[in-house]
């Protein structure tokens, strides 16, 4: 432990916080009053990581660190739980947000593009959350978020590698629930459906109006509504909620 150290204050780890649902995520843990580890997959980002670490640790008087590793890679993924821990003293929370599509219809589909998606997005959720885990048992307190997706819940046409990785999640956190309760660890999946982000601004007018038409509540969610919820999650608060899975939707599950 290195004396500049806070370790009267909770600390968290997002993985794939550099921009939209994980920034956001990152952001309002921040603002809670957690130290925050930020994640991003490559060196490539690491400078621009750095200056949103400057930024958040700024506004919100907290201790922020960056930190490029890919949750896919079994050493990377540890080393990232292993320096996020080093950095603050203690885990109490971990949000495995990083994740990729390669979209295509499932004919077409090459195993390259399947088994990316299953690296990235479920293997890496694998990877956190044993490392993290090991360190929450022995604290004997943790909180685990996953990020799903509504397409893990009730498919996707398109979507067969992302859906099935998101699917995934879900089965892993339930799991996780299960073996972890009774060290105090909770773990919970988050499902959102159609958020406004980089990926789903790449839609055109129409789709996104004909999206909207299917949400009951006639829009896109935003990060922060996200946000609010993980928030919760990796809350004192929340801890007596495990192994559910919370679609933030608008309503389109229903």
Not at 87 to 102: E, K, Q
């Amino acid at each position: 432990m290195n004396e500049s150290q806070d370790t009267t204050r909770r600390a968290a780890l997002v993985t794939g916080s550099s921009r939209g649902i994980g920034l956001a995520v990152a952001e309002q843990l921040a603002a809670a009053g957690f130290n925050v580890a930020l994640n991003c997959s490559s060196e490539a980002g690491l400078s621009a990581l750095r200056e949103q670490a400057g930024r958040i640790a700024g506004e919100h008087g907290v201790q922020v660190v960056a930190i490029a590793a890919s949750v896919a890679d079994e050493a990377e993924a540890n080393a990232l739980v292993e320096q996020a821990h080093e950095a603050f003293g203690r885990l109490d929370a971990v949000v495995n947000n990083a994740g990729i599509t390669r979209d295509g219809l499932m004919v077409r589909m090459k195993d390259d593009d399947f088994d990316r998606v299953i690296d990235v997005n479920l293997k890496g959720t694998f990877h956190i959350c044993r490392a993290a885990g090991k360190i929450m048992m022995k604290q004997r307190y943790g909180r685990i978020v996953n990020m799903s997706s509504i397409s893990g819940v009730g498919g996707n046409a398109g979507q067969a590698n992302y859906a099935a990785s998101k699917a995934g999640v879900i089965g892993l956190t339930k799991t996780i629930a299960r073996e972890l309760a009774a060290r105090g660890v909770t773990a919970n999946a988050v499902a959102p459906g159609f958020i406004s982000t980089d990926m789903t601004d790449a839609l055109s007018e129409k789709q996104r109006e004909a999206i909207g038409e299917q949400i009951p509540m006639k829009r896109f969610g935003t990060v922060d509504d996200v946000a609010h919820l993980v928030g919760f999650l990796a809350s004192e608060e929340s801890g007596y909620i495990t192994g559910q899975v919370i679609c933030i939707d608008g309503g389109l599950a229903l």
